[in-house]
């Protein structure tokens, strides 16, 4: 308590003075005469400290460690059954195989259907019978560059007077079938067909009044080559064939000249017109035409 009003009236006194002296100021002497500091409490620096190395401590009780014995779980080889992985992969790859080539095989394949109608005039030796509307079917199968193709056609004509040639009540029969494989080239359709050519019928011949039965069943081959060219949806085909053979065939053959127009850039549907010309020569030097305008269509599928 003491300390405490002698430092008030100390800081009192220096402040009401104009001699006022700072703490630092004050010497030692000073210091410890106004009981600043204590004299018994001054710790001298300059004295070197040394501090005692503290050796580690032991521990007077161990630490108990506790180890349990861990049974070790001994894994079971997988064993793998190489035969059914074997025939799993053999099944998963002939699926794959099959999806991708029933992909490619419907990409490459198509179906092209055709009907034409023909106003059909049917002369013999040049000399014309009569007209008749009929129609023809086709049909071409594509695979890549190769196609199968099939049409028919039949024509059925009766005449009662044909008295530039010496005949009357006149009859003609005829069905003529034709199966052709064709190789595609470029813009061309080149191959070989087998032609079945029927005809039946029967003429009364006003030179010995007889009358006289036509019967007629022939086979032949012919050369094929058909072509087509294309400007924006028009196309123009055109072509035809030529054969022959041993036996009653002298000639045959056919030429044609159609303009189509298709509806979708994709070939779906064409509409076509224009002529078309189909003659067979026989060995009695007697020739039968089937000629006429013609229009068709046809789909791609």
């Known amino acids: 308590m003491k300390k405490i009003i002698i430092v008030s009236s100390l800081t009192l006194t220096l402040f009401a003075s104009d001699g006022y002296v700072p703490l630092s100021n004050l010497s030692n002497e000073q210091k410890q005469e106004y009981n600043f ?53 053999k099944q998963n790859i002939l699926k794959d195989e099959k999806k991708e080539n029933s992909t490619f095989f419907a990409k490459d394949f198509s179906v092209t259907p055709k009907i034409s109608y023909m106003h059909v005039t049917t002369n013999v030796d040049d000399t014309n019978v009569e007209k008749t509307h009929e129609v023809v079917p086709e049909i071409l199968f594509t695979y890549k560059n190769h196609n199968l193709k099939f049409d028919y056609l039949d024509s059925n004509v009766k005449k009662s007077d044909l008295s530039n040639i010496n005949v009357q009540d006149f009859k003609l029969d005829t069905k003529w079938y034709r199966f052709a494989y064709l190789y595609s080239l470029y813009n061309a359709d080149i191959g070989m067909a087998y032609n079945y050519l029927k005809l039946d019928g029967y003429f009364v011949d006003l030179i010995d009044d007889e009358e006289y039965e ?19 949806n ?36 064409i509409i076509n017109a224009g002529y078309k010309n189909r003659t067979v020569d026989f060995d009695d030097d007697t020739k039968i035409e ?12």
Request: charged share 30%; no cysteine; glycine share 4%.
């Open 37 to 89: 500091i204590n004299k018994n409490s001054v710790i001298n620096l300059e004295k070197n400290n040394t501090y005692e190395k503290v050796e580690n401590i032991q521990k007077e009780e161990e630490i108990q460690t506790f180890e349990e014995e861990i049974e070790e779980v001994k894994k079971e080889p997988i064993t793998t059954d190489k035969e059914f992985v074997k025939e799993y992969k």
């Open 214 to 232: 036509i019967k007629l069943n022939q086979k032949f081959a012919t050369i094929e080559a058909h072509l087509k060219n294309s400007e924006d």
């Open 234 to 269: 028009f196309l123009v085909e055109y072509g035809g064939f030529y054969g022959k053979n041993d036996s009653r065939i002298k000639n045959a053959y056919e030429y044609y000249l159609t303009l189509g127009y298709r509806f979708f850039n994709n070939d779906n549907l």
């Open 290 to 301: 089937y000629k006429g305008p013609v229009i068709g269509i046809s789909s791609t599928f």
